[in-house]
């Protein structure tokens, strides 16, 4: 069998992926722009930073040991490339940066398994310093082993934030506050849909209870107004209004997250066709339930696919490499019942979970004009309602061309969409009439010494 395969991304999807196919006598190369294997929830810090398994992990101790030793017998297999940025992509090329310069490297069948990252509906002043995002708060102590700030809020909506709250607890912080823009405990009819969950749905209840054990008040329908600052422009505290009255929470560190987005920028690069999801408020690659795109040779796997968990993403990395496989023409028993299972049981939970947590897309549409949305090109969301009343256009890539929304370093990975609801409510149309913002190379900030190699 003639056959390159290259997986994008090294965590649960990406390995599951790699060890299926090396099981059957391919040599798969990984792309990782880490620096070690993982992905979000298995990062760990450097050798000389000191943290256990338990303080790392959590209730995620055993599966992050059998990842890592799976993956140190998995190595010599393997053609594992980290510490290596995607900025470009066509059919059967992948233009790569790494410490040893650019490259191009050639695929026949591609795993594309990228993970996710948050999504965020900014708030008055959440650009000082001292904010962060809440997967750039569990980056901070997992990576570094260390804290964004001793006194730290939490804000927004989803699972994650109690994740981390209880995270930074355990680590030694002080959590003043979990600040949850929605109300997960008024969604009592999905209580079934949610014990479904398991083992996951247990995990969120103990993070709840140990915060509440430790006095940390975990309040639920709040509305975010403005991060203060200090003298120095640091962080000092969030202004919030609950149940009727305007509150103050003091702080030195502050995450603020809604959910995660799916990074779908190399899907979109090729060319996969995309659908809109209405309950993750999200345009997602189609793919059939094995993984398959539309285009040949091309998969899905893990959160980059759909946001569903670690769990799910390495049964659906098993399951893109068995297809892979069958569609070259591999001999031989491919077991997929079980993960094809797994995939299954865990949909009815996390429809749930999408809905209890779901993106506040009426907060996001209705910031005051004053609210820096596009944090790259310093536009508020005064700026991109003008550019909506201006050009009469409600497409965002239009609306892009009017005001440059979504075209710095970060490509709208932030900005993107929040824009989309402001664009939306200020054009009276549905949030699937306005689109994605379309993937441009360098989808990842690139130098031109990157690409020249470091020659002048």
Not at 83 to 110: F, Y
Not at 121 to 138: H, I, R
Not at 244 to 258: E, F, N, S, W, Y
Not at 358 to 379: K, Y
Request: glycine share 12%.
């Amino acid at each position: 069998m003639d056959t390159t395969p290259v997986i994008i991304g090294a965590g649960p999807a990406g390995i599951a992926a790699a060890a299926a196919l090396a099981q059957c006598g391919l040599r798969p190369v990984v792309i990782d722009e880490a620096a070690q294997p993982g992905g979000q929830i298995f990062r760990h810090p450097r050798a000389e930073l000191k943290r256990t398994d338990d303080e790392l992990y959590g209730f995620d101790a055993r599966r992050a040991v059998e990842f890592r030793d799976g993956f140190a017998a998995l190595a010599p297999k393997i053609d594992y490339r980290p510490e290596t940025h995607i900025w470009s992509a066509c059919e059967g090329k992948l233009h790569v940066v790494s410490r040893s310069g650019p490259s191009v490297q050639n695929w026949s069948h591609l795993i594309i398994a990228t993970g996710a990252m948050d999504r965020i509906v900014p708030v008055k002043g959440w650009t000082a310093p001292g904010v962060y995002s809440l997967g750039g708060a569990q980056i901070a102590l997992k990576a570094e082993a260390s804290l964004i700030g001793q006194r730290v809020v939490f804000a927004g909506t989803g699972p994650l934030l109690y994740l981390v709250a209880y995270q930074y607890a355990k680590a030694g912080a002080t959590v003043v506050a979990v600040l949850e823009v929605g109300n997960p405990f008024g969604h009592m009819a999905l209580l079934p849909a949610l014990a479904s969950g398991r083992t996951a749905f247990t995990k969120g209840l103990f993070y709840m209870a140990t915060l509440r054990r430790r006095g940390v008040p975990l309040l639920t329908g709040v509305r975010l107004i403005e991060v203060l600052r200090g003298a120095d422009d640091h962080v000092t505290g969030i202004a919030y209004h609950w149940r009727g009255r305007d509150k103050v929470a003091t702080c030195d560190g502050l995450a603020i997250g809604h959910g995660l987005k799916a990074e779908t920028q190399i899907a979109d690069l090729l060319g996969l066709e995309f659908s809109f999801d209405p309950v993750q408020r999200q345009w997602l690659p189609h793919a059939d339930r094995d993984g398959r795109s539309s285009m040949a040779n091309v998969y899905l796997a893990g959160d980059g696919f759909s946001i569903r968990g670690s769990e799910t993403a390495q049964a659906s990395g098993r399951l893109a490499a068995a297809a892979l496989l069958r569609d070259s023409g591999h001999i031989g028993p491919i077991e997929i019942g079980r993960d094809r299972r797994t995939v299954a049981r865990t949909a009815r939970f996390r429809k749930a979970m999408d809905q209890i947590f779901a993106f506040p897309h009426r907060v996001a549409a209705a910031l005051s004009d004053d609210v820096l949305v596009c944090r790259c090109e310093g536009l508020t969301a005064g700026t991109v309602r003008q550019a909506v009343a201006a050009s009469g256009e409600a497409e965002i890539n239009r609306i892009k061309a009017f005001c440059r929304v979504g075209m710095g370093r970060c490509q709208g990975r932030l900005c993107g969409a929040s824009a989309a609801e402001l664009i939306a409510s200020a054009a009276g149309v549905g949030i699937e009439t306005v689109g994605r913002l379309r993937a441009q190379a360098p989808i990842k900030p690139v130098t031109l010494a990157d690409l020249t190699g470091g020659e002048p």
